[in-house]
């Protein structure tokens, strides 16, 4: 009996405790009482849509990034860094927006990355669709999708 008092007692304790760690306080609205709109997650992942770039405190370093996927057909496409996301998507596939880094992304790195999916090779193998990354016009990673099946990822620094 005591066993059990003490089983459902721990268990009372642990669902206080999870429930409590689960919340959190919304934000309090701005003077004027009214809470700014937010635009929706999927506005920002659209290709070609507005970035999700980190915020600068002030005097960040900002860089034009393009992350590219080529083929032909569709594939699912994972990226971060100018905003993220895991969609299909047509190919050939190309997204753009600008990352602004911090002063401590400026010295430890910022990373940008793009996984894409498989197509259909010209040997009628599945392998990953080629991808590429460039900051600034110039590019700064890419894989064939065949030697090289890992995506595309480089680490920003100024």
Known sequence: MRRTITAM???????LLLTGCGSADPKPAPEGGKQQPQPAASQQQNQGGPSSAPAGSGGGAKHEVTL???????TAVMYSGIGSGFEPQTLPWTKSGTAELTAAEQK????VSVVPGTITGADG???QAPCTIKVDGKVVAESDG???????SYKIKH
């Open 9 to 15: 007692t721990l268990c009372a304790a642990a669902a």
């Open 68 to 74: 590219e996927v080529g083929g032909t057909g569709k």
């Open 108 to 111: 430890v790195g910022y990373l």
């Open 125 to 127: 193998k599945l392998q």
């Open 146 to 152: 065949v030697t090289n099946a890992k995506g595309c």
